[in-house]
Every structure is written in C-alpha cells, then in structure tokens.
C-alpha cells in the first residue's frame, strides 16, 4: 500500500494521470471523514506526524472526482462518439471567427433555456467541468437566433415592417446631424423611464446585442421637448429673433466688458433679471445642446441692467 503527503498525492493525480485536484480540496474531504494520517520520516529524515494517507483512502474521498472524463483538446474541443463537445466560452470564440458574436453568457442562457443537457469533462489542466455542449445544440441556439434578428445596415440602421431600428448611439448621431444635440444616455434613459423596448439585432461586425435597436417612433416620442425646433445661436454666441439679439447672462456679461468697456459680473446680470422677473427663451448653443429659458432679449438685459450701464465705466487699458 502506497502512502503520501497530501501535496504528493496532488502533484501525483496532476502528472500521472492528467487530473486537477487541490491540496485543500483533498484536506477538507479528509476532515470530513475523520480520516487519521500514519506518521513516518520524509526523505531528509524529518518526522511527518499524521501527514501520509494510503492510495486506498485518498482515492475513496476523490472518487467523484477522480472519474474517468474525456478531456479537452488542444483546441478546447472533446470528442465523444463522434459529436464534438465544448464550453460556452469555446462555441463563443469558435462562431466569433466565423463572424457571429453571441456572447457566452447568452449562449449559456439559451441553452439553459431549452433545457439542453451538458456533458461531464476535463478542461486543459484536468479540473473537472460540467458544461461541455454538443455541436448540434449550440448550432440550434445560433441558428434561431439569427433567424430572429436583423442585421444593420452600413448606416447603423435596419428596417423592419417599414420602421428604422437603431441603437441609441446611432440615433444620437443622427440627431446631431439634423442640428439637435441629445446624448445617448439621455436617449437611453427616457426610453427606459417610459419602458420603451428595443429589438435585437446583430451589428456589422457579427455581434448580437439583445434588445439594443429602437423604434424611431419610440426615441421621437420620448424626445420629443428634446427634439422641437428651437432657434440657434450664431458663432458670435447670440440669437437673432426679428432684429433682437438674445444670449445667457454671461455671455452679456461679456458682451458689455468686451465690447462697451463696461465691467458687469455674470452674477450681477443675473440676480437683477431674475429680481425683475425678466424670462429668457429657449435655445439651442453652439454645442447643440437644448438650454431651456437662459436666453434673454438685450432690451431686458438693458433694463434690468440700467443703473450699471448708466455708470459707463470704460474698462482699463
């Protein structure tokens, strides 16, 4: 009868027959059971008390474990009667190369979905796994769901029934070049808040993202205050309605410095509008973004700004 360490027996199982069991993995089976090691000398003459276990025990408690599995190849692949096996990870990258992305985690779901059975095996270091799929199952997960999805077009869309579908990016790019500046996440967030759904769809690469694409209807009717035609300031920073000039209340601030020598604070400009109830108009910046109500008309801002401008204080040289 054989007897080890328990480290022996680890290293053992690992190069002798291709097996990945931990040291602590046999401890915590070994106190489970009680089991009691012999005590002998190690090689240098050092006294091992109750440190050995025999073959006999070591191999009752790893019986589980120690099971003969197929293992992996070189590639991550098992072959068991003919019918390749492998992880979600492996079918993953395996379908990826042939320009399908699907992620594992997805893959995974949907084969626990339809309650697709999973073979036991060993990974390339031996440890044991219960998650190899056969081809034909993954292949029937791959092949529904690009039966389901749609794939985008160059320009980011695709079309379905007569209605463009989109990813929020997509749709903020697409605003931007109609003049209207609305970020993604603003996108996003307001489609979510009015529980709005997406679709799937698989984008140029190969990639299937889940319920990532957007009815145009649905992202016009969440942005709609967002997307209304407002006017647009110039590269001056004003706004032009008739023959009057509108701007926030700094950029008057530094119109009247820069351009009448008048030195007036933004917070002065905007605490005597606000004390005499002055409403600015909605407008869209340079940025494109939307500023609701900070746009204010010059005879307002002269108004309010009356006693200030009356100074006429010229700006130092």
Known sequence: MRYATVESWAKYFKEQEGVQVHGSTIRKRLKKVKAIGVTARNKVGRILKNALYSEADIREILADLLL?????????????????????NTWSKYYEAKGVKISAGTLSKKLSDANKMSLVGRDGIGKLCNGFFSEGDVYEIYKNLLLE??????????????????????????????GMYISRQTIYHKLCAANKKGRRGREGRGQIHESAYYAESDVREVCESLLTQVPQANEEEFIVVGNIRYASFRRWARYFKEGEGISISEASVIRRLRRAGKIGITGRGKDRRVHKGTYYSEPDVRSACADLLAKRNPKRS
């Open 149 to 178: 999805c749609s794939r985008v077009g160059e320009n980011g869309f695709f079309e379905i029934e007569g209605v463009r579908y989109a990813s929020t990016r997509i749709w903020s790019d697409f605003f931007q070049e109609e």
């Open 68 to 88: 003969p599995c197929p293992r992996v190849d070189k590639n991550g692949f098992i072959d068991a009667d003919g019918i390749r096996y492998a992880t979600c």
